[in-house]
């Protein structure tokens, strides 16, 4: 027997709303301030791997320690903004894909629980279709297509919610 109900929690109107309208305020932020890369420019710029990022925090840690050793042709302002900037987007970034795993996570069971009763409901169907009950038959043999024939008999087998 499927577990029934796995995503018995669910969110409130008030709650989808203040949802939307964070997110409303994260895309107007950042898109006042970020570059709208085409294909070719975001290969060409991420080009900096992770061995060049190391690099990057190495040379930002000459800055910070000894900057007397530093180059006079580098605008270290910008290079410190730079630097923080990209402190606080990796780290937001590590945010939001917790976020989408916990939205992905919220979807799956509750993806589950409509295919279970979606199966349930197939199976009172062709019960009912089988004693000529008036709809049944026509739903029964639209549903039909979802469900592959299995097995020597024939027999429709609904597909589990992993196959």
Do not use: C
Request: proline share 5%; hydrophobic share 30%; charged share 25%.
């Amino acid at each position: 027997m499927p577990i029934q109900n796995l995503g018995f929690k669910h969110l409130t109107a008030v709650q989808k709303t203040a949802i939307d309208n964070a997110l409303n305020t994260i895309e107007t932020t950042i898109l006042a301030v970020t570059e709208n890369l085409s294909d070719p420019e975001r290969k060409l710029f991420g080009s900096v791997n992770e061995q060049n990022k190391l690099l990057v925090n190495k040379g930002n840690d000459y800055h910070v320690n000894q900057p007397s050793l530093q180059s006079p042709d580098v605008d270290w302002t910008e290079f410190d903004a730079d630097f923080a900037d990209r402190q606080f987007a990796d780290t937001r970034l590590n945010r939001i894909e917790s976020i989408t795993k916990l939205f992905s996570d919220f979807k799956i069971v509750h993806d589950y629980d409509n295919y279970q009763d979606v199966l349930t409901d197939y199976k009172y169907s062709q019960y009912k279709a089988e004693s000529n009950t008036p709809g049944f038959v026509t739903k029964v043999a639209d549903l039909k297509q979802f469900f592959p024939r299995s097995g020597t008999g024939g027999s429709d087998t609904p597909n589990t919610p992993n196959g």
